[in-house]
C-alpha cells in the first residue's frame, strides 16, 4: 500500500492530565469521518512542558495514560503515534514517545535522545537534563504502508539521527516536538525542510497549541512535508487538526530522479552506529 492517511492533532495542554487525554479523545472523535490510518500527537500533550513538572506526571509503561492511548488507538482502528508522556522505569524519567498499532498493541517505542538544554541570549532557558534522562536508540516501526521513524523535538536538529532511520529504511519520520516562540519562527519549518530534503522521506510534525498564559509557549505550527522539501499542509498557533493523504510512491520516484542516497560515497565515508 503506498498511500498513507495520516491526520496531526494540535491540542491545548493543561496542567490537568485527565483534561488533556480527553481532548484527544475527542479530537480523534471529530477526526474519524476524515479516516486516518495514522495520527501523530504532540510532545508532551498530556503536561505542561516545564521539565521541573515531568517526575509528577511521569507514568510507567503500562499505566493509566499507556492503557487509555492503546484503547484510542484500538477503538479508532488507527495506528496512534501517541506524542509524548513522561515515563518512569527504575526511578530515570524519559520523554518517551509510544506508538500503537490498529489493535491497540504497542509496537514502537522513542525516548528523546538528546535533550534540551539551552540558554539562549535575549531568548529562551531550559534545561530537560534537570529532570530527564536520554534515551540511546533509533526507532522506526513497520505498518502495512511501509516503514516509519520516530524522534523527539530537539532530536530533529541531530541529521545523523533522522539518516539513521532513513538507513533502516523510513520513508516518513515523524517528530512530536514543541519548538518556542525564539526557536520555532526561526528553525521549526526550516529543520523540516532540511530533512525532509537531506532524506526524500516525508516529515510529519506536531507541537501543542501555544497557551500565552503558560510557563512555556509553544510556536505551534504542526505540519506535513514531502520528500522534495514542500510544506503540504501547516496550521498556525491555535489547537486543530490536519489531515493529509502521503503517496509514499513519491519517496522512490524523488530518490530516482534525484540519486542523493545512492550517491553518497561510502568509499570515504560512512555513518558508524553504535548499538
Known sequence: MTQLRIAIIQSAVSADKQRNLAGIETALQNLAAQKPDLVL?????????????????AEAEGGDTWRRLAAMAAGHRIYLAAGTVPEIDQGRVYNTAYIFNRQGQMIGKHRKMHLFDINISCGQYFRESDTLTPGDEATVFTTEFGRIGLCICY??????????????????????????MTTGPAHWELLFRARALDNQVFMAGA?????????????????????????????????????????????????AELPVLAHRRQDLYTLAWKD
Open 41 to 57: 500527537l504532540p510532545e508532551m500533550f498530556c503536561c505542561p512542558y516545564q521539565a521541573s513538572l515531568f517526575p509528577a506526571y
Open 155 to 180: 532530536d530533529l536538529r541531530f541529521p545523523e539521527l533522522a539518516r539513521r532511520m532513513v538507513d533502516l529504511g523510513a520513508q516518513v519520520i515523524l517528530v512530536p516536538g514543541a519548538f518556542n
Open 207 to 255: 507541537a501543542p497549541a501555544r497557551d500565552m498564559a503558560a510557563s512555556y509557549h509553544s510556536w505551534g505550527h504542526s505540519l506535513l512535508v514531502d520528500p522534495w522539501g514542500t510544506v503540504l499542509q501547516q496550521l498556525d498557533e491555535k489547537s486543530g487538526y490536519l489531515c493529509g493523504e502521503l503517496d509514499l510512491g513519491q519517496v522512490d520516484r524523488v530518490r
